[in-house]
């Protein structure tokens, strides 16, 4: 269970603006079981948190993530299949989930490499912008392992069948620039202005009308999976809730008095 003196993840929060910070640096930020109910801990207060209006997660050190940590592996002496099913769908599955159904939009901000089942974290987030020394690799193949995580479904949807199957059986580093190509990353930056960018990103997403971000948000995931018509429904259903929102009267009212809006995200 996650423990308030939990320091593997670290919560500040700035303004509208929560910073989630994996916080391992030693060891690349590599997951250990402290660090997965500590991001369910922070994950969970900023959702109830109606202040926070936007999320960046990061990682403290060289690395965004290197995955699970494989001297955890090594020190069982037995490995219990059913168990290892359980924590990726229940533990891990429910982190991944989170950042994925949060009404609030989340940015990646990549500081170094990311690797495995961090892939997952980075790719759930809906926005990414990395440093332009970062870089992502499914190193799953290289110890005789699928991707876990979620990192399949999610970066098919970003790249296609034959490029996803490409990038995870090659197993190699794709570099900050190809991964702008590819559209792994939605930015790249320097070094030493990462945090920054991504500090201006999410407080001008912060200032936007939130509660229709979360909307559009739900709108796309549905679209997935969706066809054509069913997802004009889903479309249609959203917008009659936003309809009554006071961020699109609140917008409507400032366009016509050619005035700044002030939005609250509710």
Not at 24 to 48: F, S
Not at 54 to 65: E, P, S
Not at 134 to 145: D, E, H, K, Q, V
Request: aromatic share 6%; with cysteine; charged share 25%.
């Amino acid at each position: 269970m996650y423990k308030e003196n939990n320091d593997t993840v670290l919560l500040r929060k700035e303004g509208k603006v929560a910073i989630i910070t994996l916080n391992r640096p030693e060891r690349y930020n590599a997951i250990i079981e402290p660090m997965k109910w500590g991001l369910l801990h922070a994950l969970t207060d900023i959702q109830k948190d109606d202040s926070i209006k936007a999320i960046v997660l990061t990682g403290n050190g060289k690395g965004f993530c290197a995955g699970a940590d494989m001297s955890d592996l090594q020190k069982s002496e037995t490995v219990d299949p059913q168990a290892i099913r359980d924590n990726l769908i229940m533990v891990y599955g429910n982190i991944t989930r989170m950042l994925m159904r949060s009404d609030k939009p989340i940015i990646a901000a990549i500081n170094g490499p990311v690797a495995g089942a961090g892939l997952g974290f980075a790719l759930a987030a809906d926005l990414r912008i990395m440093a332009d020394h970062a870089s992502m690799r499914y190193a799953f193949i290289n110890i005789g392992l699928v991707p876990d995580n979620g990192s399949t479904w999610l970066l098919t949807r970003q790249v296609g069948y034959s490029k996803a199957l490409e990038l995870i059986i090659e197993g190699e580093k794709i570099p900050a620039a190809e991964c702008l190509r590819l559209g792994l990353t939605n930015k790249v930056c320097k070094a030493e202005e990462l945090m920054d960018k991504a500090m201006e990103w999410a407080n001008r997403l912060a200032n936007k009308p939130t509660i229709a971000i979360g909307a559009t948000k739900r709108v796309i995931n549905y679209a997935l999976n969706h066809d054509f018509y069913n997802t004009m429904c889903k479309e249609s259903e959203e917008q009659m809730a936003m309809f009554d929102t006071h961020d699109h009267k609140e917008g409507v009212t400032a366009f016509v008095t050619k005035r700044k809006p002030n939005f609250i995200g509710k």
